[in-house]
């Protein structure tokens, strides 16, 4: 009687692992999603400046 005790117990520790494991992962790919959304705003805000700057530049190398 012991022995499918000790199965059935290991079994649920085993999925109790396997939950957190998988929150644990959850979470980083979150964590993964949010810093690629923040570093594409960035990314877009920095072009934009870029592209101001460039059209700032070219204005003035014609008034020369």
Request: charged share 20%; net charge positive.
């Amino acid at each position: 009687m012991f022995w499918p005790m000790f199965a059935v117990a290991m079994g649920f520790l085993g999925l109790a692992v396997l939950g957190v494991l998988a929150v644990r992962v959850f979470v980083a790919a979150r964590q993964l999603g949010l810093q690629v959304a923040d570093s594409g705003r960035r990314i877009s805000r920095a072009a934009e400046d870029l592209e101001r700057a460039a059209v700032h530049t070219a204005r003035a190398a014609d008034t020369l």
